[in-house]
């Protein structure tokens, strides 16, 4: 089986961007275009099996390589062994998780001669494409359409500074390595705790100033864009007992 060679020359981020492309265009085809026949081919009666996404947008169901350490990272192991256990879609939307996951391993094992710009433009323009998962599970296209409803890129949610200001809560690729990331990275949702995601559609209360995910408080960001002051479900059931 022959997952790829690493060249012994250095890698440019333009190579290492062309090589992802490819493996995630064939992971693409057989989770969307050929997914019965993928299907077929991950028997769980079978030993553990990996999918293979190659440079040349092919793909294949194979065993993992037999030496240690392998050429390249290896792709999750087994993924055959859940199918009959599982949902089908929720299955196809693991192994998607799972891809996205080795295809960023992949990339940036080529890249672990680039320095930290190149590192960052890689990334930047891997970014740039939707994740397997994103395809598979069609996301893309509610998370586009909810970043045209705010009319920007970033993200829709937005919140009054102490200066009477509205602060746009919001992070675009390259601003998610400047100052506006350490400024969120300690974010939590008021609802589940969970932290912040630039990827995520969040909402400020206007109240209590505390950040929650639209779902924790099922806000959609069309719902948001008619909301002149948001209060959470605590603040607003506060106002109900005075």
């Known amino acids: 089986m022959e997952v790829g060679s690493i060249s ?40 553990n099996l990996c999918l293979y996404g190659h440079p040349n947008e092919s793909w294949e169901v194979n065993l993992p390589a037999e030496e240690v350490p392998p050429e390249l990272p290896e792709p999750a192991l087994g993924i055959n062994f859940a199918r009959d256990g599982m ?7 693991l192994v998607a998780v799972h891809s996205d996951s080795w295809l960023l391993s992949v990339a940036f094992y080529l890249g672990a001669r680039l320095n930290r710009n190149e590192r960052k433009r890689l990334f930047s323009m891997i970014n740039d494409l939707p994740t397997v998962f994103e395809v598979v599970t069609d996301r893309r ?11 920007s890129k970033s993200k829709l949610s937005t919140k009054r500074s102490s200066d009477g200001q509205i602060k746009n809560n919001s992070k675009t690729v390259d601003e998610g390595y400047g100052e506006d990331d350490d400024e969120h990275s300690e974010t939590l ?16 209360c206007d109240i209590c100033e505390r950040w929650f995910h639209g779902k924790c408080v099922k806000i959609t960001p069309a719902k948001a864009e008619n909301i002149k002051q948001y209060k959470c479900p605590s603040c607003s059931s506060k106002k109900g007992r005075q």
Do not use: H
């Not at 290492?16 to 064939?26: L, M």
């Not at 949902?87 to 939307?93: I, Q, T």
């Open 8 to 47: 012994p020359a250095p890698r440019t981020v333009e190579e290492i961007f062309k090589d992802y492309s490819g493996r995630r265009a064939a992971i693409v085809r057989a989770l969307t275009a050929d997914v019965d026949s993928f299907y077929a081919q991950c028997d769980p009666e079978k030993e």
């Open 87 to 93: 949902n089908r879609k929720d299955w196809l939307s």
């Open 141 to 151: 296209q509610s998370r586009e359409k909810a970043g045209m409803d705010s009319g």
């Open 189 to 204: 949702c008021g609802t589940c705790g969970g932290n912040y995601n630039a990827d995520e559609f969040w909402i400020g």
